[in-house]
């Protein structure tokens, strides 16, 4: 059993920034990815931001791209998302998930569909 468990989340004011964290135990994993994922309330979720361990690979989405930084420590199964300049649209609950199987060589997973294990999610509210 994979359990994911995220944290960080929180009430910022915009311009801010926060780092969530994600932890993940139950198994260890060969090549794989972690990422980052949003659902805000009435929308389907998104993409963030991935990074596939094998190739020190990270691939944003165009909306995050230069304000929000992926790292981790692939031995310890950690992963973080660095975020900077938030913005009111950023609002939304975050979940941190793990892709078993992280695709061929240059290239790293962003479809809900690639990832196999999933976070509960940590708010994030970007609000004056």
């Known amino acids: 059993q994979v359990q994911l468990v995220e944290s960080g989340g929180g009430l910022v004011q915009p311009g801010g920034s926060l780092r969530l964290s994600c932890s993940a135990s139950g198994r260890t994993f060969g090549n794989y990815a972690m990422g980052w994922f949003r659902q805000a309330p009435g929308k389907e979720r998104e993409f963030v931001a991935s990074?596939?361990?094998?190739?020190?690979?990270?691939y944003y989405a165009d909306s995050v791209k230069g304000r929000f930084t992926i790292s981790g420590h692939n031995a310890k199964n950690m992963v973080y998302l660095q975020m900077n300049s938030l913005k009111p649209e950023d609002t939304a609950v975050y979940y941190c998930a793990v892709a078993s199987f992280s695709g061929g060589f240059g290239y790293s997973p962003r479809r809900s569909s690639e990832y196999d294990y999933w976070g509960q999610g940590t708010q994030v509210t970007v609000s004056s």
């Open positions: 990074i596939k361990w094998s190739e020190a690979l990270t």
